[in-house]
């Protein structure tokens, strides 16, 4: 158990509908990042928030957005949703201060998009 | 434009012998690696880093070498358990940013054989 939790663990939904997956990072991680893996493009860097600001953005479309909050959970939100959309949604955890550690995972959202 | 690559698809051993997965890396600005393991239904799992400054870490029966010259690292599991048995990441970042977010390569699924 990383300590990190997502929920929730399966989404099954419609093209374009929005959906909101959360994040919980382990006790004392200020960072939180959001990966993408879908099946021919291996895990992607989406978006990263540190302390409750965006501190760095990948490949995340315009219709992805996310926050962190005062509490430090952070949600990924996705809207009008397309066929192509559904991966495999990874959120990680970690201290960063003082240089690089490493990132712990949480057990991911599959997100089906019909 | 894949900046860590892991040309091994799969890779066979039995158990007991050593596996060596290998990993390839285009960006000089990474100095900071990280191996990570990853079951279905699960998220990755951190395994063992290295730094640039170093060219070996060794932490129980995982072993990772950097030769930063080639920009190749490897990791080594010895000896091989069938518990093994996983889909391997190589991760790469930038110590030197603001952000330590990982660029992945797709992946080598090792199978250790009893």
């Known amino acids: 158990d990383s300590g990190v939790t997502q929920t929730p663990k399966h989404l099954i939904t419609a093209t374009g509908q929005r959906v909101t997956l959360r994040c919980s990072p382990r006790s004392g991680d200020l960072s939180v990042y959001w990966y993408q893996q879908s099946l021919d493009q291996g895990l992607q860097f989406l978006i990263q928030y540190y302390n409750g600001e965006e501190r760095a953005k990948g490949n995340i479309l315009e219709r992805f957005s996310a926050q962190q909050f005062p509490d430090l959970h952070s949600e990924l939100n996705l809207s009008s949703l397309e066929l192509g959309d559904s991966a495999l949604y990874f959120c990680?955890?970690?201290?960063?201060?003082?240089?690089?550690?490493?990132?712990?995972f949480g057990p991911g959202t599959r997100l089906t998009v019909l | 434009d894949q900046q860590v690559k892991q040309n091994s698809p799969s890779l066979s051993v039995q158990e007991g012998r050593i596996s060596i997965l290998n990993c390839d890396y285009t960006n000089s600005m990474f100095d900071y690696f990280l191996w990570y393991k990853k079951y279905p239904a699960e998220g990755p799992t951190f395994l063992i880093s290295i730094s640039s400054i170093k060219d070996k870490n060794e932490d129980g029966r995982f072993t990772v070498f950097l030769n930063k010259s080639a920009k190749h690292l490897s990791l080594h599991i010895v000896p091989s358990q069938p518990g093994d048995s996983a889909v391997y990441f190589c991760?790469?970042?930038?110590?030197?940013?603001?952000?330590?977010?990982?660029?992945f390569g797709k992946g080598t699924l090792l199978t250790v054989n009893p």
């Open positions: 990680a955890s970690s201290v960063d201060s003082g240089g690089p550690t490493q990132q712990f």
């Open positions: 991760a790469a970042t930038n110590s030197g940013g603001s952000n330590y977010k990982l660029t």
